[in-house]
Structures are given as structure tokens and as C-alpha cells.
């Protein structure tokens, strides 16, 4: 192949706008190709927060138990009650009738005061004695207890704060550094091309 069949080749190749031209036999003054630069990127490291910082609260729940209490449910009473008085019958044989006595009589038509005899006479009569008198009795009711169950608190309820510090994880991320272009560059052609 002769060079000047190379250079019709490379313009060719290069140059599209112009190969009407240059195949209908005219002369390329200027040729030029077109040029794409690919964009540039670069990967950047940062870190990237997950969680914010907090707290938490850590919570025990209070602990209660059962036990057993004796309580009093009645409370001691006073009252006051009346004692009858003891009483007993006793028998005794008494004198009811009996003796001298004077009466009026009247004798030989005259009324005259007589002294009279009279035969004793006896009854047995019952006499009711007291042997103990009637009294107030002072009377205590004991207090009445009974025994029950009651909560009560073992261990009180627990809270306790837990700070939380934030989270981070380092990403990757792809960042444009210069971004990609298109255009056209001048070809130089050899002078011997020209012809």
C-alpha cells in the first residue's frame, strides 16, 4: 500500500464528515475527529451515623412477699350485770297466841276489866334470810385477735438509666470528579495526504 493510499485510509477512518467529499475526488483542507473523555470518579470513605445516642431505662419491677400479722379484730369490752342477792328460807315454830290478855266482861250486871288466861298457841312460819346481798359485777370481754395475711414490700422497684452512644458505620460512596465531555479535535494531515 502507498502512503498516499495510508493517509486517504486514516482520514477516512477519522474524518466522517468530510468523506463525501473526499470520495467525490475534492481536497480536505481541515479534518477533524470527534473525542469523548470518560467522566472521572473516585471513592470517598465516610462515616455514616446508624443510631443517634440515647439512654434506656433499665426497670425492675418491685418484689412483693406475703406475711402473716395478728391483728386484733375485737377490742376488749367492760360491761356491769346485776347480781341477784342469795336468798334461803328458814322455818321457825313462833308463839302466835297466848298469855294474859285483859278484855272487858260483864259480871253480876257490871261491867269489870278481867285478866284472862290463855292457852299458848304455836305456828311454824318460814322467813326468807339473805345470805349475800344484791351486787353490780364488773365484767370484762377479752379483745379478739385473729391472724391474717398482708403484701409487703421485699424490694422496692429499681430504675436505672443506661446511656447509649451512637453508631456509626464507615460507607463507600462513588463521587464525580469531573464529569465526562464530547467534542471535536482537529487531525493534523500530513501534507503529502493532502494531494
Do not use: N
Amino acid at each position: 500500500m502507498s502512503g498516499k493510499t495510508a493517509c486517504f485510509t486514516i482520514a477516512g477512518l477519522t474524518v466522517l464528515g468530510t468523506i463525501s467529499q473526499t470520495a467525490a475526488g475534492g481536497r480536505a483542507v481541515e479534518c477533524y475527529e470527534p473525542v469523548r473523555t470518560s467522566a472521572v470518579y473516585d471513592t470517598v470513605y465516610e462515616d455514616v451515623l446508624i443510631s443517634p445516642p440515647g439512654q434506656q431505662v433499665d426497670y425492675t419491677p418491685p418484689i412483693y412477699g406475703t406475711r402473716e400479722r395478728v391483728v386484733m379484730t375485737v377490742p376488749a369490752q367492760v360491761t356491769y350485770e346485776v347480781v341477784p342477792a342469795i336468798t334461803r328460807t328458814v322455818y321457825h315454830t313462833v308463839r302466835v297466841d297466848g298469855g294474859y290478855s285483859w278484855e272487858w266482861r260483864v259480871i253480876h250486871g257490871r261491867k269489870v276489866l278481867c285478866k284472862i288466861w290463855h292457852k299458848a298457841r304455836y305456828e311454824r312460819v318460814a322467813e326468807t334470810v339473805v345470805i349475800q346481798p344484791e351486787r353490780t359485777r364488773r365484767v370484762v370481754i377479752p379483745a379478739q385477735y385473729d391472724s391474717i395475711a398482708e403484701e409487703v414490700l421485699v424490694q422496692p422497684e429499681q430504675r436505672r438509666i443506661i446511656d447509649i452512644p451512637a453508631s456509626y458505620r464507615t460507607v463507600a460512596r462513588r463521587v464525580l470528579v469531573r464529569e465526562g465531555s464530547s467534542g471535536w479535535r482537529r487531525v493534523h494531515i500530513p501534507r503529502h495526504c493532502q494531494d
